[in-house]
């Protein structure tokens, strides 16, 4: 019940997020990604450097979403939805691992972080 309340949350709180440098830059590549456009032979830039990230694998993964559509809010709302599969496995760990008051913990912590 705590993973839909955070999952609420969270999709809710893609209308307030930061879009800015960064996060505008990875959408435009990701979208022309996403339409064949082009195709990244590194990843993105490490914020306040010249340097790339190895690999272009992240803009494959936020292509997804905006293969869809081309609003930005469809990539946030991917990402939520990752972050809730990314809890729902913490809480899963936590409770196999040290057992079922440690899973509410993890999970009561995992809903007040909406964008861990």
């Known amino acids: 019940m705590l993973l839909v309340v955070a999952a ?13 440098g960064d996060e505008s830059d990875h959408y435009a ?3 022309r990604l996403a339409l064949f456009e082009h195709i ?4 993105p ?3 306040g450097s010249e340097a790339d990230l190895p ?3 992240y803009y494959y993964f936020i292509a997804l979403p905006q293969a869809l559509g081309a609003t930005p809010r469809l990539g946030s709302i991917f990402v939520a939805l990752c972050h809730i599969v990314a809890g729902w496995l913490l809480v899963d760990l936590a409770r196999r691992s040290r057992g079922d008051r440690a899973a509410c913990v993890s999970a009561l912590l995992f809903v007040c972080a909406p964008w861990d």
């Open 8 to 20: 609420a949350f969270r999709i809710w709180a893609t209308e307030h997020a930061r879009f800015t």
């Open 29 to 31: 590549k990701s979208r």
């Open 40 to 43: 990244p032979a590194f990843g």
């Open 45 to 47: 830039s490490i914020t």
């Open 55 to 57: 690999g272009p694998l």
